[in-house]
């Protein structure tokens, strides 16, 4: 596959990115347990000040970028790590960088065409629409209004992490106008459910109010977002989740649930998914239903029948049955418990519901059905039956099966007695990464070095092989983690525009970082400086092909090409703990980007990675 220059670049500087903090070469400590205690205080002091300081020349760096979202992405990630230690400073840059998205104002260009009771809007429009459906213009405007009102939200919800209350404030300041009505197509509020969303967020730091504006809001309508309010809610004060969680139940039996469009029966099938034990949440859980973890709610046994009633009197429907059937295999356990004298009456009205379906999603019921209580030599049998979709996951989950529950030296003898070469390399290499994770997470260092010759991807055995270094390091074996490393080293190539390659090479030179210092270092220059040579390549390029990531000169930070966000907290940690050890030199690395712009993301990274705070708990499953 020829990858296109955009692919190209943002694949480039990606790597290394990271890999200018992940690779700082370690000089291990020879101080005692007494010494180290004694001068931790003062060490952290230093390196707090210093990244305050890196971060006061990142965000003056940031008003001479040229793009305003570029502008607003550095200022608001400097604004957020800035909170806990300046929070007056902190809300004025969340105020500059929303300045800074210049978003303009929201304009009707193309009104509603108006209702007309002659026969003119019989006649074909001139403009190349389809009669009484939307023009060329309208959708334009829709699609810009829609953008835009994503910026806005994104950024928003990255506000009300800190302080819901300011997004909420923010929100108002720039309430757009009403979205261009297009003929055909019925707008959603989009403006009302996003206040109420923050509305929601910003009340649930208090359980009095939370529980005053959710009964507020369900004696207007139900709303699917007050779940994510009760799961807030719950999290700090069970007794008041169980109050809302009663009320939500009572606003239940006042729904149709039968109706196709209604969401009631998700609604009532969270309420009882949040209310189990671990073991049936383990069992059946409909992940695509839950708003996100929820601390167990406090359901009592007459409020749970409600709710398993609600869902098998609206799947039991004759007329109707909408989502409930679509839900109802998720909800068996209960129905055995509470209902059980429905249980038949519900089978066979799955299976007639069924029997309207497409072909597709019949095989994909009997197939999930299929899946729940399967061990993993069943699902094997069951792959001819899967289709090419279908079949990855299989085996991911076979192999997560077999080796959870200890039978992962007899799963494999299954799969290498299977005659199907292709089905029995996939299905290997998935058992082997599946046990590469569980060791790993475990510490098993022998199981480790037994699978290591089993892989057979060359970029997951070098991966495997610099973690298990890592854990001979920890055991003080450093020849053997060296030895080991050096035969990693030998397996990954330098192919920055390769996924799995690039992760293969980062992996590695991690993993000297923490076992041989120098030779992580003396890897990681000659990356950074090739980057520099092939970026400047691809941006002349760019310039004749457009590929858009770049606009007035400037590379366009945090596209989905290059996900900052989201891929640095899984380096955080150890760039946290290198950047610990030599803070400058870690700053000589970012400061060797030659683009400005991808200097600031660098220098960013290293403040997010010292200063960022611990994401708040999530619940637990008591």
């Known amino acids: 596959m020829i990858l296109t220059s955009k692919t190209r670049l943002f694949s480039f500087i990606w790597c290394a990115l990271l890999a200018a903090f992940v690779l700082l070469p370690l000089t291990p400590a020879q101080t005692s347990e007494s010494e180290k205690a004694e001068q931790a205080a003062a060490k952290q002091q230093a390196l707090e000040k210093s990244t305050l300081k890196l971060l006061d020349e990142v965000i003056a760096g940031a008003y001479g970028l040229k793009l305003g979202e570029n502008r607003s992405y550095i200022l608001i990630s400097a604004a957020d790590l800035l909170w806990p230690h300046d929070e007056k400073r902190a809300r004025a840059l969340y105020w500059e960088a929303l300045g800074a998205l210049n978003l303009p104002p929201y304009q009707e260009a193309n009104p509603a065409t108006p209702k007309t009771t002659d026969d003119s809007t019989k006649a074909a429009p001139s403009n190349g629409s389809t009669p009484n459906g939307p023009t060329k213009e309208q959708l334009a405007d829709s699609k810009i209004y829609f953008a835009r009102a994503d910026t806005r939200m994104v950024f928003l919800r990255k506000v009300a992490r800190r302080d819901p209350e300011l997004a909420l404030e923010m929100m108002r300041s720039t309430r757009p106008n009403p979205l261009p009505a297009v003929p055909g197509n019925a707008a959603n509020d989009l403006e009302t459910a996003f206040e109420q969303e923050l509305t929601f967020a910003a009340a649930a730091n208090d359980p009095k109010r939370a529980l005053q504006v959710a009964r507020d809001d369900l004696a207007k309508h139900l709303n699917f977002q007050v779940l994510n309010l ?46 189990r034990t ?10 695509s239903e839950s708003p996100g973890p929820i601390t167990r709610l406090k359901l009592d046994d007459h409020q749970r029948q409600d709710l398993v009633f609600l869902i098998t009197d609206a799947a039991l429907n004759p007329t109707g049955g909408g989502n409930a059937l679509q839900i109802i295999q998720w909800v068996m356990p209960e129905i055995e418990q509470y209902a059980p004298e429905r249980m038949a009456k519900v089978k066979t009205r799955v299976a007639e519901y069924n029997r309207t379906l497409s072909p597709t999603m019949r095989e994909w019921n009997d197939f999930s059905t299929q899946l729940q209580n399967a061990t993993p030599e069943e699902m094997i049998g069951i792959f001819e039956k899967a289709t090419n979709s279908q079949r990855n996951g299989l085996l991911y989950m076979a192999a997560a099966k077999a080796v959870e529950s200890g039978a992962a030296d007899r799963y494999r003898e299954l799969l290498n007695s299977l005659d199907d070469e292709t ?18 997470a475990h510490g098993n260092l022998d199981d480790l070095e037994k699978l290591l010759p089993m892989i057979r991807v060359k970029e997951q055995r070098a991966m495997a092989m610099a973690e298990t270094a890592a854990l001979l390091e920890k055991k003080d074996q450093h020849e053997a983690a060296v030895k080991l490393l050096d035969e990693a080293r030998d397996l990954v190539k330098v192919n920055l525009t390769d996924y799995a390659q690039s992760n293969a090479l980062l992996a590695v030179m991690f993993g000297y970082a923490l076992v041989e210092p120098p030779k992580a270092f003396a890897m990681i220059e000659p990356v950074i400086d090739r980057t520099n040579d092939e970026v400047a390549k691809l941006l002349l390029l760019d310039k004749i092909a457009k590929s858009g990531a770049t606009r007035n000169g400037e590379i366009i930070l945090n596209q989905p090409q ?59 499953s008591r």
Do not use: C, H
């Open 230 to 275: 009760l799961r807030d809610l719950n999290r700090k004060d069970q007794d008041a989740g169980t109050k809302l969680a009663g009320d939500i139940i009572a606003k239940l039996k006042t729904e149709n649930l039968s109706d196709p469009t209604s969401f009631a029966p998700n609604m009532a099938f969270t309420l009882l998914q949040s209310s």
């Open 278 to 287: 671990s073991g049936a949440v383990l069992v059946a859980t409909s992940e």
């Open 423 to 440: 089905r029995r390399k996939e299905a290997l290499d998935a058992l082997n990464q599946e046990q590469w994770y569980n060791d790993i």
């Open 562 to 620: 290059l996900p900052l966000d989201l891929q640095m907290t899984q380096f955080s940690p150890g760039i946290a703990a290198l950047a610990k050890v030599d803070f400058d030199r870690t700053k000589a690395l970012a400061d060797r980007f030659q683009r400005s712009e991808l200097k600031l993301v660098a220098r960013m990274l290293l403040a997010r990675a010292l200063l960022k705070d611990p994401a708040p708990a999530k619940a637990d």
